[in-house]
């Protein structure tokens, strides 16, 4: 690779603070509520021109159960129950009772507006949109600051605590903690929302099958769900962009750009042989959604077992009871694993029914993800939340989900404020403190 040489220079300090959160998605909206509220001056860097990440930008409108797998005790509340609450005021969420694996759904575009009016009512909150992280700025081995890039230039963000909530750990990566990044990767969808796309009486996959080849699409399927008020238009997150690594600069570009040819291919498939009147494409995501990429390296790493066998742990932030998740390689689909032993494979040719261990008396009906999953004493002044805490494949394929990941974005928040106030590594903070507090906060912890 050719290679140039950038003139060395001053950079501005825009802002000095106490924490700074890289990434404005929900897990990292609700990091930097959760230090503002104990008193801590936060700076939030967010890309895109809204916050939310997967469930504005990405149009994935549900949010999954906040109860364990039998709908007896409540596992999870925090802000996540505090923006359904705000969204239920302006009737823009629904709730669906009793469903495993959907429990709110809610409009993206009022999402948009309710996280930009939390972040604003917290008067020691700085909001940066339109702004990338693009380099780390160490200091005699400590991280001091990030270098960030937007309408004013290059310059400079101070803080004494950070959280990548980047979803690809785009901070940590740069400070040199090790991740894992497996050879095969969860592909990524496009989602779109789109207007009367198949026919009442019509079946969706039946139609897909027998005529995706002639549009150039790949065996596949996916899901779709509906939008609150919204009879006739549905979000569709029907295809994956296989063999793709979201964190490659080339790739995440081509894969940009084939999701939105996929959603293209769909409906010229119902035009063609399905036709309805009025489609029409409204939406599409503003950027992939990107199931995984890098995932970092804790003080402990979640495994399979820990989630499907209900692990608990001393230091546990967040409690989850969505299925095992992982989505294949090729054929579409995905393969869940339920905490009571029932297995389903989703592929292009149906749903295959099994168990992946024998049945038995008792299950666990939660699991729980601790705090030293997100961190790692190589940069004592950093905690990853999101999609890149550490877990095996199979752990993470449950603790993906948005209603699990803004739990860690709280339990970031307060650490590094817990941090600061003690002077303490964020590896070495007193977990009984920050659970205690994460419990003051809202949150739900057992």
Known sequence: MKRIVEPAKEIPVAEECDVCVIGGSCTGVFAAIRAARLGAKVVIIEKMNSFGGVATQGLVNYWHSQYDTEFKKQIAAGMSLEVVERLGKRNAVAEIKECPHKAFMFNSEELKIELDEIITEQKNIVPFLHTHFAAPFVEDGKLKAVFVENKDGRQAIKAKVFIDASGDGDLAFRMGVPFVMDDFLQPPTTCAKIRNLCPEGVNYYE????????????????????????????????THVFNTNAADARQLTNAEIKGRRQTRAIMDIFRKYAPSENMILLSLASYIGI??????VGEYRLTEEDVLEGKSFDDTIANGSYRVDVHNKENGGFLFKYLDGRQENFTFFGMEKGRWRPERKVNPTYYQIPYRTMVNRKVDNLIFAGRTVSTDKAAFGAVRVMINLNQTGEAAGVAAVQSLDSGKNVCDIDTAKLRETLKSGGSIIL
């Open 291 to 296: 199931r995984e990429t890098r995932r970092f």
């Open 207 to 238: 139609t897909v099958k027998a005529h995706y080849e002639e549009f150039g699409l790949e065996k596949d399927c996916g899901w779709s769900g509906e939008i609150p008020g919204c009879k006739d238009i549905r979000m569709y997150a029907e």
